[in-house]
């Protein structure tokens, strides 16, 4: 590393120190603040039923100071001055607001009322009440997340949020997915959204794979315990995103973790068991089925042969087996999780512990993910103005990850479909038949291969809140997210064609992000109507990402299998780090009049290390005013509508996820010729390059019906993605396939509703929330220099084309299949000097009518994107009962099933589905599933064909939970607060007309969307639990 | 409190003037920035070896698809590109249509030849002998581009700034074969002789270019300087050809002495010979009927190239070894034999024929014969059997090189390809002897043609 000292990272870390000490100094100084004070105490009773009720919030208003209700509904809390207001506020009741004057006892009944409009809800650099939100922000709250047994907040968001579209990149535990903010607005510059936990924005996108093998990713959120989760809010316009900038883009998912408040500790204690199974079985041909058609196979060549190919052989012991391999591989999987917290506080000191551990089983044989969670955060007031805090995260989690999915013969899922029944468990000599003519026994791949993923991750975050003067306060962040991730594979030798090669690889990376952020904050309202807010600061942020590995093969022993035992280390390439730098500067201004007419405009300015000198900084603003117009007189007679707000936002925002040093262009080491080191130019430099930039207009409708039983919320975007970064294709003369360059356009554009209804109030409790969303994606231009007839080839797979949504498929449109030679009356042929199709052969749309199928009759054969996608959840309660019913959906979006397409595959003498029974045998057959031919003259099976493209439309009952909460009367005498029992099921049914495993798959996670390659499969899931509260 | 704002205003003074854009500073740790990498003589020697990388993956399938798979030594069962090759059925999207891999070596020759020589200070053997790799390499693939497509862009300058010209359009051949020339007569004058050990066979070395120079004279017609070149191949003392009983081992393990330039590949960097041809029942490739057919009585080589007991073999020994029985589609860590004395020793002969030197062409030849356990032939004998000299210098070349990937250009080079596919395939036109430019290339580039022969 001769160029490369550490005079930057010391230079920097100088700077970071006085962000850090200043507020530590701030503390000592200001700490000689004073001011007179009391005690105020009371008992907040149900006024529904009048019996004391628990946790209800107890705010000084105005001021951070805070506390709430114990069992007996009492509380106690100081004040400053009779002109203090006491808020009292409880999900689901009315709050109350009581200015204290003289009265030292002050007992309120909270009527309940659910106005949910009262909420807060998490924003960039702070909060704000849903009543007065200009921007479009949803929310998940913990009730939400109880319901579920989902092990990540990223699944939780899955048809519960609107506008956020999730699907599930493999059904392994701690397996990754793919989410979208209001469609995809990059081509390759990442459309994953910024996640921000407890103001921490953390690092998601080098985690999502370690190496080659596993394409399909681990989940970025996989360490985060969704128990520990308060609320989720996606933040999705403009307004609401432009503060945090350049990341932006594609929305920003913000986590808020649960706190204590002043009372008694709570403990609370939850443990659940539950097994898994796979939602359904494929079906396969048996050994003799599967001879048939290998048989068929070479007499329908143009020269028949006699098949003499030794997977005939019926008689060689490697190939007499008649074995189902999903029996084999797939089982019935047990997990158990321990959740414990306990939380509570003093006026001055507030606590939150919890901590997890999950063990839980894939559905195939050797899965497993444990994890191991835990959290503290601790608010301290130091004094009346000052206060400290922290939230800390640590988790260790363990993934058994096997070679579950990915291209070829290392995939566990393709070789339990296609590997041919006949091919034996075991040889002769009672040792596993490993690997035979090109495919590897799954039962092997799953059990002898070792393919592990160990994670440490903290996520911490300290800071320092100061009261300056009334309604100014400062607060520092200082926060840090520190992965170290090791990855271990071993592919045995017998699992290999060479007798004694066996390889494996080690993969480790130490990846730090860390930042700091500094910011006022003001608040103050002017006469009796004007509120004025402000916030302004600066943050840098800083990652720096090591990765080491070594790949070694020539292992001694298949027992050894740690990377000093290898004979050869074939590749140390992976021994790489990097760093990447953006200093932020952001304001906000929000401005109400009388809580009717709402303003506010926000603006970060980002400066980015992997950007050109010329284009370092960009600036992104935002503005969106917002109308109560219930509030107005003229609709004061109509008592029906209890709110009704009008909001319109426009901004910009951006996406810098690009490579660290691309645009300086890269010299590579490690391209080396044998053992000797060599180096060679990788990346052609563009110095010009800058952000992606996204603008977004919103207009939205918020109404609330009937004293909030209803409430509805209507969302517009229109959302344009410019300067897109991508890697423009260069002619290969030069010696590099391509320049990344800012180009092309992407539109966005879609509607969302949400719906919540309470339907019955009483002892009998029905409510209803439904949410949909559709989003249309457009490639609006494209550089013509890019295109190839019209178009760019996206993949194997898809195309992106001007006026066509990004997740198009393109191929030969499969239109059945000749019944007879005679059938091919045009005498189509197969390219211009090819061959006639004849009868079994497939009936390709011949789009130009030249009676030859080629390259130009290549179409439309599908798209990925759903027309709409969204989640109904009912919600019923009599008594001491609840349950719970979430359904979610799907409609519109195709699959491109290559998983279907290997299963079909003769030519690679896969084994196949059992529609290949009804496969053309001779002439006269009237079917759809062409002959199988040994060599595939007529390209049947390499085509990229709309015969394996499906309907990927679904519903899914995706979790189902029944609750009993034991009466307070009778576990009072045992000691406890609380008990609860439950019984979580997801996954239980899904209607579909997808023929793979599930409809809700997407092998890759970035722009190739609606693939299914065969991906880890998703599970049914049925749980029981037991929650305990002392 | 005035303190309290005093040290506010310190705060944002210091936030917004220290840290202010050189944190953004960030340069790369584990690579280089693109312009800057050549700073030392080691720099120098990876910038080289990173020209072999590239040219290695370029013949590791390729070498068969050009050099075999347009001729009649070779037939297929399979479907695709070998088939497609097979029946002279090219088409814009085969694979062997793709020059990338070509102008990848091509581009970081062109930084090495470049940057190397600011990297040493005056005259150095060290520095001037890596540029004379380099131009070998490059003049290698260049010389397969013209093989292959006829006129090619000429770039011998690197891409460094989006500003440069990239479209470039097609160069007429003969300044190409001009750079060829002018690049190998460099390394022949500048490369090592040897280096010692395995890397006198796997680098390029002065033998390696004067066997370059002798295939580029021949392409060429320029027969008497194939002759000197050739000659100064075998005056090397590095090399000989081996017995018999070694000529399996030329190929199998490697870096026998009668091996000039092998591509080397090991158990990472592999290449495809195995699929190609002899992967059990289902190789890309297995011996023509005709091939089979051609050879004399007694060829000891016959039972080293394919398994002559087969009625039908289905694949091909020679680069595995005698009883080579395999079923697994993976790659293969063979070195690729690019150039080696036999081949040189025929071309010769070749050149002393066409120059009218018989009898110094059938010593050349007869070498090679009486190794293979064949009898010496004179120039009636010679006639008699194959119709003329020329024709028997090519049927030895048949054999002896057979499947190394010569074949094709050497019915190109002689004007027999026409003849001699015609019968098999239909070829009949000349402007089919080239390959059609891969639609990826002329979509990327609005300045290329296509091949007039396949527009």
Partial sequence: ?1030 | MKTIYKLFALFFLIGSTSCSEDVLEKDPISSFPAQGFYKTASDAQAGVYGIYDAMQSTFSRNFAFWGEGRADAVQTNHSGEPLLLKQNNLNPTLNSASWNSLYQTISRANYAIKYIPDVFEGESELGTQLVGQARALRALSYFYAVRIWGDVPLITEPYESINQEIFIGRTDQELVLDQIEADLLFASQNCREQFGGERDRLLITKGGADAMLTHFYMWKKEYSKAIESAQRVMDNGMYSLVNISDWSKIFTTGFSNESIFEIGFNETQTNMMRVLYALGSDSDYFPSEKFRNSFEEGDLRQELIYDVTQEEPTKVWKFFGEGFNDESPDPSANNIVLFRLADIILLKAEAHNQLGEVEEALDLLNKIRVRAGLSELDQAEASALYGDVQSAILQERLIELSFEGHRWFDLVRTGKAIEVMNPINGLSAEGNLVWPIHENAINRNPNLQQNSFYD
Avoid: C
Wanted: cysteine-free; overall charge negative; charged content about 20%.
């Fill in chain 1, 1 to 1030: 590393m001769k160029r490369k000292d550490d005079h930057n990272f010391s230079r920097t870390t100088r700077k970071v120190s006085v962000f850090v000490l200043l507020p530590i100094l701030l503390l000592f100084i200001s700490n000689s603040v004073y001011s007179q004070e009391r005690t105020i105490t009371g008992v907040v009773m149900d006024a529904s039923n009048n019996e004391p009720m628990l946790g209800v919030n107890v705010l000084l208003k105005g001021s951070s100071r805070g506390v709430s209700t114990d069992i007996n509904g009492s509380y106690s809390i100081n004040i400053e001055s009779p002109s203090d207001v006491l808020q009292f506020s409880f999900m689901g009741y009315e709050p109350q607001e009581i200015v204290v004057g003289n009265q030292d006892q002050i007992n309120v009944d909270l009527v309940p009322s659910a106005d949910e409009l009262e909420e807060l809800v998490i924003v960039g650099y702070g909060v704000q009440k849903k009543r007065n939100l200009t921007g479009s922000v949803v929310s998940v709250g913990s009730e939400e997340i109880e319901q579920t047994n989902l092990q990540d907040p990223i699944s939780i968001m899955q048809g519960r949020a609107p506008g956020v579209q999730v699907t599930s990149n493999s059904g392994a535990p701690g397996g990754g997915m793919s989410i979208r903010v209001r469609g995809a607005s990059s081509l390759n510059a990442g459309n994953s959204p910024l996640y921000v936990i407890d103001g921490v924005p953390i690092e998601s996108n080098s985690l999502s794979s370690l190496n080659g093998t596993e394409n399909f990713g681990l989940n970025p959120l996989a360490d985060i315990n969704p128990r520990d989760i308060e609320s989720i809010e996606v933040l999705k316009d403009a307004a609401s995103t432009a503060i945090y900038g350049s990341r932006a883009a594609n929305g920003v998912v913000m986590i808020t973790t649960k706190r204590g408040s002043e009372g008694k500790a709570e403990i609370s204690l939850e443990v659940s068991a539950g097994v898994s199974e796979i939602t359904r079985k494929l079906s396969v041909l048996n050994a003799s089925q599967y001879r048939e058609v290998i048989i068929d196979s070479y007499q329908n060549m143009d020269n028949p042969v006699e098949p003499t190919t030794a997977v005939l052989d019926s008689l060689n012991p490697k190939n007499n087996g008649d074995v189902d391999w999903q029996e084999e591989v797939l089982r019935v999987a047990p997990q158990y999780k321990v959740d414990l917290a306990v939380r509570g506080g003093s006026e001055k000191v507030k606590y939150s512990w919890a901590s997890s551990f999950l063990d839980q089983d894939g559905i195939i044989l050797n899965s497993n993910f444990r994890r191991v969670t835990s959290r503290l955060n601790v608010d301290f007031e130091v004094s009346d103005r000052i206060r400290v805090g922290q939230s800390i995260s640590y988790s260790n989690s363990h993934n058994n990850r096997i070679n579950a999915a990915g291209r070829g013969n290392l995939s566990v899922v393709r070789e339990l479909l296609i590997r041919p029944p006949s091919y034996s468990m075991y040889l002769p000599d009672g040792s596993l038949n490993g690997y035979q003519w090109g495919k590897r026994n799954p039962v092997g791949l799953a059990e002898l291969a070792t393919h592990t993923n160990k994670s440490n991750r903290i996520i911490g975050n300290e800071y320092v809140e100061i009261d300056i003067i009334e309604g100014l306060t400062f607060r520092s962040n200082l926060n840090l997210d520190l992965v170290t991730m090791k990855e271990d594979e071993f592919m045995p030798s017998s699992l290999d064609y060479r007798p004694g090669y066996n390889s494996g690889a080690v993969r480790a990376i130490h990846n730090l992000t860390w930042g700091t952020e500094n910011y006022f904050s003001f608040q103050r309202q002017f006469g009796n109507d004007h509120n004025l807010g402000a916030v302004a600061g600066i943050s840098y942020q800083d990652w720096i990402y090591e990765r080491t590995g070594l790949d070694g093969m020539f292992f001694p022993s298949d027992d050894i299998r740690t990377l000093n035992a290898a004979g050869t280390i074939s590749n140390q390439e992976v021994n790489i780090a990097g760093e990447h730098s953006m200093l932020s500067y952001f304001g906000r201004v929000s401005y109400d009049y009388m809580g009717k007419y709402l303003a506010e405009v926000n603006v970060r300015a980002d400066g980015s290390s992997r950007f050109g000198k010329d284009q370092r900084f960009g600036y992104f603003p935002s503005a969106s005013v917002g109308w109560r117009f219930s509030e107005e007189a003229f609709l004061s007679e109509f008592r029906g509508l209890s709110d009704g707000k009008l909001r319109f936002s426009a901004g910009q925002t951006g996406n810098e996820a690009i490579g660290n040093y691309t645009s300086q262009g890269e010299f590579a080491v490690g391209t080396n010729y044998l053992d000797y080191s060599g180096a060679a130019p990788t990346v052609m430099p563009n110095s010009g390059l800058t952000w992606e930039t996204t603008t977004q207009y919103n207009a939205g409708m918020d109404l609330s019906f009937f004293n909030n039983r209803i409430l509805f919320t209507a969302d517009a975007y229109l959302k344009r993605t410019e300067d897109l970064l991508y890697n423009v294709p260069i002619p290969r003369t030069t010696g590099f396939g391509y320049i990344t360059q800012n180009i092309g356009t992407i539109e966005n554009k879609g509607v969302e509703f949400l719906l919540s209804t309470r339907n019955l109030t009483g002892d009998f409790k029905w409510s209803t929330d439904f949410n949909i969303s559709s989003n249309r994606n457009v490639v609006k231009s494209l550089p013509e220099e890019l295109l190839t007839n019209g178009y760019i080839q996206n993949g194997r797979y898809h195309i992106l084309k001007e006026g066509l949504p990004i997740g198009t498929f393109y191929g030969w449109k499969f239109e059945g299949v000749y019944a007879s030679d005679e059938d091919n009356v045009n005498g189509i042929t197969n390219g211009a000097l090819g061959k006639e199709f004849k009868g079994g052969d497939p009936i390709w749309d011949d789009l130009n009518g030249d009676n030859i199928i080629d390259e130009d009759d290549r179409q439309i054969i599908g798209d990925a994107q759903p027309d709409f996608f969204g989640g109904i959840a009912n919600n019923f309660s009599y008594k001491n009962f609840s349950l719970n019913v979430f359904f979610q959906f799907s409609y519109g979006n195709d699959i491109y099933s290559e998983i279907n397409h290997q299963r079909n595959s003769v030519v690679r003498y896969n084994n196949l589905s059992t529609n290949a029974l009804d496969r053309w045998r001779e002439q006269g057959d009237i079917t759809d599933f062409p002959k199988p031919v040994r060599d595939d003259p007529m390209q049947s099976d390499s085509r990229i064909q709309s015969r394996w493209v499906e309907d990927g439309s679904y519903l899914k009952l995706k979790n189902v939970n029944l609750r009993y909460s034991v009466p307070r009367t009778v576990i009072e005498k045992i000691g406890m607060n609380s008990l609860d029992a439950y019984l979580t099921a997801s996954n239980l049914i899904t209607w579909t007309k997808y023929t793979g495993f599930d409809p809700d798959v997407n092998s890759y996670s970035g722009l190739r969307a609606g693939i299914d390659e065969g991906s880890y499969p998703q599970s049914r899931t049925i749980i029981l639990g037991l929650k305990f509260g002392f």
